[in-house]
Every structure is written in structure tokens, then in C-alpha cells.
């Protein structure tokens, strides 16, 4: 990916310091830089948590004074380093008895980070839901602390083993009593992106999609730090812990603890051992994805069963000579009511806004629910081959372009000869909300990070504006005049999808939510963008105007962590277990076909794992290349849903949460390189030269590939086209 344009210059009358701030960062990133804090960072607490629990965040103990009145009520004095750490956690949750949960978010105002110039992110969109996302990760600080025996994502079978320093518990239903808590796999990551070791939070990250409505304990114990010195609970988790919170501002939680202590008992723990334990609920369906629902409804409801309207804007006509494969490309538009209303980004920042932008977030009416009001005209694209110009019937797929693109990438030449080859017309449209005329509001967005809602309340215009005119295309495209007068015809019944990289993770969502397409392939894919984003080198230069805006790591940690609860409405993680397990209402079973590439630079092939390892339906197939802990992989052929992997002889990624340096080799090159934006931590302060390409591209470039996909789209049927090599194609 490029660097964006408005990052590499400040607009006219932008801030000096801002400007300043950025381009060092730009400097320190790209160059010899290895993360960590600008010059002039901020401390870690935003809140003023640590002086307010009577902690210096080194430790506690048991018998430290605590008041009786809260002296930071927008903070949790669990982890005194950090205003709302541990993260995330039932101290910023109020009952609620209109939600399905019971629950509901309630931060403060202050408990989220401030940026370089002390602006608060606002709770408010966070605090709309009933409980934090499935694909939300865990964040903790302790100081100096030594992880050395912690399992970290190459061992992930310790993390359930009898003696580990960390549980991940689930008690259920949070409306029903636990039984028996269940531990959950999980890793853990002291944060690469941060150079001093008192510093780095610790990322404990769920090895399996967490389940809707459930309530969850997180346990640790035995910790030390890189002297060797046990670490000590905070006053006020102690004092929880050892029956002396009564009297003092935490005595509402006490009750609370109760269970989680019986919980952590119940798993074999001991409560005396315990640093720190606390727990945490997920939301529900409805809280997660009814805003969703209710926009697909709509739209599909007003654009009816004929779908979305087209019109053919050009047609550009091209002889076997002229191109093998395509004999016409269509560009056109299609209208579909407006669900979106416009704002200015960073408009709090006021003088300091680093530019002037427009995002988009979802129109609502009096009780919050989404309305759509007018129509919009959206771009739409086609490839028709030359196969399809004798009449014969062919059928259509739909695609999903890759980050921040135009739905115009459907013009590929790998798409032009699948299509050819296979008797398909390929079309696609923007997945607005995260396009290119979306680009500048989300680069401004993230000096002022209360305005990332407006990235998945654009998509959700997007999805719905996707499966509009997919059933147009269908239902209407045959019917069209340049189309008609070529006696083109369309085998309704060859329906499906396919997406790459961004594509290919929205893809999951869009497949969940579609009541007309029932197979799709998900290329070079992932889920869960909190996971994904500090692992890809796609990355890097949003990450550089974070580190510019909100200069300590912990910080930026959070911001990561609360915007994936914003995201999992969007997000393919929360929609996964309702691509083929638990269909939506009035919605189809689907099955979906995820296709990766080892040592994917840009997606990292961890979160397929994941998505494998859940009880969601979709099986790992043989020739992986590695053991996935946990899962069984399964021989081919296979019906239904599966993982398969492509070898480009790339390695496997070094743990941690950075893009892979394993493929650079240290010689300097200039910055139009392919791995520039790797070049994070090179030692001798170099731009880097890359030994193996990112293979992110190549699985589509592949004949056997695009062979399985469509014999998967065509049956269901997931067969070998590798040869039993782990689809190595050498």
C-alpha cells in the first residue's frame, strides 16, 4: 500500500507542532526507529488513575488506605498505571434491564485515551452497546514485566496446561449461573511495538472467537519482572481479593469479585495466589448486529426482488485480439437509498485539525435506529468474457476489492481469464465506508480517535449497497439495452462471491448477511482488524499518525481495543458463527471457502486460525503447513465450509504483534521499494531490501486455485488441485 497523500504533507495552516510531530514519527518509523514514544510523551495515565488509587503503579498491597468516596469514578483502580486497564472489564458496564444482556457500557468521559493536544476520545458510540465485542483482545501493564514463560501465539496448547500464569474463563450465558467455568485457549504478547520494557502492555488474546452474551473471567498469577521480583496485586485489587473492601469506594464491587473468585476457585485456581483477576461480558446479537439487519432489511425491502436499478454509463468492446478473455467491460451506476448522513472529521480538534474531511456515519430517527432517507447513485463494474457473446448462460460473481480500493479492480486480468475460462461474469461495486473516496476521513480520523464509528456505519451502507445490487445485477443486468442487443443470458442459479485481502475479510460479513448467495470464496482473508493491524504492513503509516496523536503505546493499545467492539458490527468475527451455524433471520445457511498464503505480509494467517479453531464450521483442511493447536485438519474432499493455505515458500512469521522482519535482509534501498514500510527496526538505521515477495497476491494468480474456487462455488465440494504438497507451487 502507498502512503497516503495527506500524510506526507500537512494541509495550509495545519498546526506547526502537528506537522512536526508526524514527520519525525514518519522519520523514526520508516528509518531506524523500532517503536516506543515520541519525545514528548505523555505519561501513561490519562486519567490521573494512578495518584487517585493511592498506587505509583509498581505495586500494592493489602493493607494501603483506601478512601471511602471513588477518587477517579471514570477509571478502574485495578491496574493503578492506567486510567481504564485492565481492559475490557465489567467496572465500565451499568445494569441495564432493556438490553438483552442486562448490561450496558457506561465509560467516562475522561476514561478513554487524550491525544498530543489532552482530547479525550468520547465513550459515547462505545457506550450504545450491551456488553464489549466477540473479537475483543485483553490488555494489562504491569512494569518491566518478564513474559518469558507466558505462552505466546507459537504455543498456544500451553495456555490451558495446569500451571499456567494466565486463565481465560468462560462462565456462559451472563443471564444464567455457571455451572463450571470452561478455559479458553489464548496467547499472550508483550506490545513489539513499544522499545522500553516498563512500558509495554501485555495483549492476552483470545485463541477462539468469544461467544455473544457470555460472561468471561480473566485470572493471573505468579508474575515477576525482569529482575526476578515477584509482582505485587495494586492496592485495590488486593484489598478486593483478601475481604477488606468493605467500607471503602470499591465495596459495590464486591459482590461482583465474589463470583469471580468462585469462578477462578472452581478452575482449580487458589484466590490467594491471584495478581489480578476480573471479568467482563460480551454483547449480544441484537446489540451487535441489529443495526445491521434493520439497514439490509430496508434496503432489500425498498429495491425489492428485482434489486438494485442499473444503468450502463459505457461499454468498451474488445476483439480475442485485443484481449483473450474480456470481450466487453461495463461501467455503470446503480440507486439505492441513502442511509448515511455527512460530518466533518476531527472537528473537536478545531485549529489542530490535521485537514478538512467528510465522513459519513448512519442517519437515525428518535429512538436510535437507523432510517434511510433519498436515494444515492453508487458505481458499479462488469467483465463480460468472450464466452458469454454466444448466448450460452453464464453465471455471476460478485467481488470485493482490497483495502481502501475501487470496485474497478474487478478488471484484473485473473478475474477477465476465471471468468472466460469458467463462464462467468465477474462485477463489483465500492465497499463504501472503506473505499477510496474514504481514504482522507479515516487518515484524519485517527488524530481524533471518538470519529473511527464512522468507519463501520459507512459499511454498514456498504453491505447493504453490495447485496442491493447483487439481486440487481441477477435480476435486472440481462434486461439492460446494450446488454439485450448482445443476447447475453445469466444462469440465475451461479450466484456467488468472491473477495481478496479486504475483500476477502468483509467477504465473511457480506456472506453472513446475504439472502441470495449461498457459496463465496474468501481470498488471502482474515478477521478481527485489532489483531490484524499491528501485524500488517498495511499498517504502518496509519500507525505512524497514531503514534503522532496519541504518543504512549498503552494508549494506542486501547484505542486498537475499544474500536473492535465498534468494528465486530462489521466485522467477519462476530459474523462467522452466523455464515453456516446460526443464519440470521430470514437468511440462508452459507458456506464460504477461505483460501491464504503463508507469510501473508498484509493479513496475518493467525486470525484464520482463529476463525478454524471456533466452534463456527469451518474445518481446516490437510497440508496446512503447521499443527494449529486444537484442531483436527481434515482430508480432502471436503463438503462445506474450510481453511485451505497456499506455500510460496515464504516462513512462518515470528510471534509478536509487528509485521514479520524475518524477510529482509538489511541492505539499503530506496523508499519506493516493495518493503519499505517493513523496515521498522532495522539495526543499522537503513531502509531494507526484501529477500521473499509478500505472497498476499499470488494464490489468485494461480489456475489450480481459481480451478478449487470455482469447483467450490459450482458444489461445495473443497478438492485437492495441489497434490497432497500443502498447495507449494514449485
Known amino acids: 500500500m502507498r502512503l497516503p497523500t495527506p500524510f506526507s504533507s500537512s494541509r495550509r495552516g495545519a498546526p506547526v507542532r502537528l506537522a512536526a510531530l508526524l514527520t519525525a514519527t514518519l522519520f523514526a518509523t520508516s528509518v531506524g526507529g523500532c517503536g516506543g514514544d515520541t519525545d514528548d510523551d505523555k505519561k501513561t495515565d490519562t486519567a490521573g488513575g494512578a495518584d487517585a488509587s493511592g498506587a505509583d503503579g509498581t505495586g500494592g498491597d493489602a493493607g494501603a488506605t483506601l478512601p471511602a468516596t471513588d477518587p477517579a469514578p471514570d477509571c478502574d483502580p485495578l491496574q493503578p498505571t492506567v486510567c481504564s486497564l485492565p481492559w475490557p472489564s465489567s467496572r465500565f458496564l451499568k445494569d441495564d434491564a432493556g438490553t438483552d444482556t442486562g448490561k450496558r457500557l457506561a ?345 473511527f464509528y464512522m468507519i463501520p456505519e459507512g459499511l454498514h451502507q456498504g453491505m447493504a449497497e453490495a447485496l442491493a445490487l447483487g439481486r440487481g445485477m441477477r435480476e435486472r443486468f440481462t434486461e439492460l439495452p446494450q446488454i439485450k442487443a448482445k443476447k447475453i443470458q445469466i444462469d440465475k442459479k451461479r450466484f456467488y462471491y468472491t473477495g481478496i485481502s479486504q475483500g476477502g475479510i468483509y467477504g465473511g460479513t457480506y456472506m453472513a448477511l446475504s439472502q441470495d448467495v449461498t457459496r463465496g470464496h474468501l481470498g488471502v482473508p482474515g478477521q478481527n482488524y485489532s489483531v490484524l493491524l499491528h501485524r500488517s504492513v498495511d499498517f504502518n503509516p496509519f500507525f505512524a499518525a497514531m503514534i503522532a496523536a496519541y504518543g504512549n503505546s498503552i494508549d494506542r493499545g486501547i484505542l486498537l481495543l475499544s474500536a473492535q467492539t465498534l468494528w465486530d458490527p462489521v466485522d467477519p468475527s462476530s459474523h462467522y458463527r452466523h455464515i453456516e451455524k446460526a443464519p440470521y433471520p430470514n437468511t440462508p445457511a452459507h458456506q464460504v471457502l477461505l483460501a491464504s498464503a503463508k507469510g501473508d505480509w498484509q493479513v496475518a494467517l493467525i486470525t484464520n486460525e482463529i476463525t478454524a479453531r471456533s466452534d463456527v464450521g469451518v474445518a481446516l483442511m490437510e497440508n496446512y503447513g503447521k499443527e494449529v493447536a486444537g484442531v483436527t485438519p481434515v482430508k480432502y474432499p471436503h463438503k462445506g465450509s474450510a481453511l485451505v493455505n497456499y506455500d510460496f515458500g515464504n516462513p512462518w512469521p515470528k510471534p509478536g504483534n509487528r509485521p514479520d522482519d524475518t524477510k529482509l535482509d538489511g541492505q539499503q534501498c530506496g523508499p519506493g521499494a516493495m518493503c519499505f514500510a517493513t523496515a521498522l527496526c532495522d539495526p543499522k538505521g537503513t531502509y531494507a531490501t526484501c529477500t521473499v515477495e509478500d505472497p498476499h497476491s499470488k494464490p489468485r494468480r494461480l489456475d489450480h486455485h481459481n480451478e478449487q474456487m470455482v469447483h467450490f462455488l459450482d458444489t461445495g465440494e473443497v478438492k485437492d488441485v495441489c497434490g497432497g504438497d500443502a498447495c507449494t507451487p514449485f
Open 107 to 451: 465509560l467516562g468521559k475522561t476514561t478513554l485515551p487524550a491525544n498530543w493536544i489532552g482530547v479525550h476520545v468520547l465513550p459515547d458510540h462505545l457506550n450504545r452497546f450491551d456488553g464489549y465485542g466477540v473479537g475483543s483482545g485483553i490488555l494489562v501493564h504491569f512494569p518491566n514485566l518478564d513474559a518469558s514463560g507466558i505462552p505466546d501465539e507459537t504455543a498456544i496448547a500451553d495456555s490451558q496446561k495446569a500451571d499456567a500464569k494466565i486463565a481465560l474463563l468462560d462462565l456462559g450465558p451472563v443471564k444464567a449461573p455457571f455451572a463450571k467455568p470452561v478455559a479458553l485457549p489464548w496467547w499472550a504478547e508483550l506490545d513489539g511495538t513499544e522499545a522500553k520494557p516498563e512500558k509495554q502492555g501485555l495483549f492476552i488474546r483470545p485463541a477462539v472467537i468469544l461467544e455473544e452474551a457470555h460472561r468471561y473471567v480473566v485470572a493471573l498469577r505468579g508474575l515477576k519482572d525482569t529482575s526476578g521480583a515477584e509482582i505485587a496485586s495494586s492496592p485495590a485489587f488486593a484489598a478486593l481479593r483478601d475481604g477488606k473492601a468493605a467500607g471503602t469506594f470499591l465495596e459495590p464491587r464486591v459482590a461482583g469479585f465474589d463470583e469471580v473468585f468462585a469462578a477462578v476457585t472452581a478452575a482449580g485456581w487458589k484466590r490467594e495466589e491471584l495478581v489480578l483477576a476480573w471479568d467482563f461480558v460480551t454483547a449480544s446479537d441484537k446489540s451487535l448486529h441489529g443495526d445491521l439487519l434493520d439497514v439490509r432489511d430496508q434496503m432489500m425491502q425498498t429495491v425489492g426482488s428485482l434489486g438494485a436499478e442499473l444503468t450502463i454509463t459505457s461499454v468498451e468492446t474488445f476483439t480475442e485480439e485485443q484481449d483473450p478473455n474480456m470481450a466487453m467491460w461495463i461501467k455503470g451506476e446503480f440507486t439505492v437509498p441513502e442511509f448515511r448522513e455527512p460530518f466533518k472529521v476531527v472537528e473537536r480538534l478545531g485549529d489542530e485539525s490535521p485537514g478538512d474531511a467528510t465522513g459519513y456515519r448512519l442517519r437515525r430517527d428518535a429512538n436510535g435506529k437507523p432510517k434511510h432517507e433519498g436515494t444515492r447513485k453508487a458505481e458499479f463494474w462488469a467483465v463480460v468474457p468472450h464466452s458469454a457473446m454466444d448466448g450460452t448462460p453464464h453465471g455471476i460473481v460478485q467481488y470485493g476489492h482490497g483495502l481502501l480500493g475501487k470496485g474497478d479492480q474487478v478488471k484484473s486480468g485473473y478475474h477477465r481469464k476465471v471468468a472466460n475460462d469458467h463462464k462467468l461474469i465477474y462485477f463489483a461495486c465500492d465497499w463504501t465506508g472503506m473505499a477510496e473516496p474514504d481514504e482522507a476521513a479515516v487518515q484524519f480520523m485517527i488524530f481524533e480517535f471518538s470519529d
